[in-house]
């Protein structure tokens, strides 16, 4: 696995705030989002933004491929996460200061050759078989005590395919890591 830097605190926060300024904006045309000046931020990075009410899943998108700058996927992300989670109906205005913001800043993607090599807690994981992909964040797994196999399912599942096509020939499954951290984390200072 490539070992990116890790975020500082401070890159942390910023993105969080920047999170939550690009839905707020979503409300407000006249806001303006802040500009990026952190060297960090300008590279090329996925990244998921989750939403969470009192707990509950309120909406998650992000990109899986480092194709744009971390700053533009934030900002792209956090809206689409809060509007267009097909999940979810659109986030609403009182909504917004009860949302707790989450971001997961991903590592490049690393085919999988042996289950043995998945740590569930440290990976997630990304198949993608013909038309079908789906993907589970590392958080997901650890949350629900899943072993190794479970989660391989678990993401086949997701991804609209039977629990064992993971296995198949034209099946790719990839395996990645995720810097994750949320508001209450940056509060806190943990």
Do not use: Y
């Amino acid at each position: 696995m490539a070992n990116d830097p890790k975020l500082t605190q401070e890159q942390r926060q910023s993105l969080i705030e920047l999170a939550r300024a690009a839905i707020a904006a979503q409300f407000d045309p006249d806001m303006t989002i802040p500009t990026c000046h952190d060297q960090v931020f300008r590279q090329k990075r996925g990244a998921f933004v989750t939403l969470t009410i009192g707990g509950a899943l309120r909406g998650c998108i992000g990109r899986i491929e480092p194709r744009d700058r971390l700053w533009n996927v934030i900002i792209e992300m956090a809206p689409a996460a809060a509007f267009r989670d097909p999940r979810f109906m659109a986030l609403t205005r009182n909504e917004l200061d009860q949302t707790e913001i989450e971001i997961s800043v991903l590592s490049p993607l690393v085919p999988v050759d042996d289950p043995a090599e998945i740590v569930v807690g440290t990976h997630g994981l990304f198949i993608r078989k013909g038309l079908f992909s789906g993907l589970l964040l590392p958080q997901v797994a650890s949350s629900r005590n899943w072993s190794v196999m479970t989660f391989i399912e678990e993401t086949c599942r997701k991804a609209g395919l039977r629990p064992n096509d993971w296995q198949q020939q034209d099946a790719e499954l990839f395996m990645f890591s995720a810097e994750v951290f949320s508001e209450k984390e940056s509060e806190s200072g943990c």
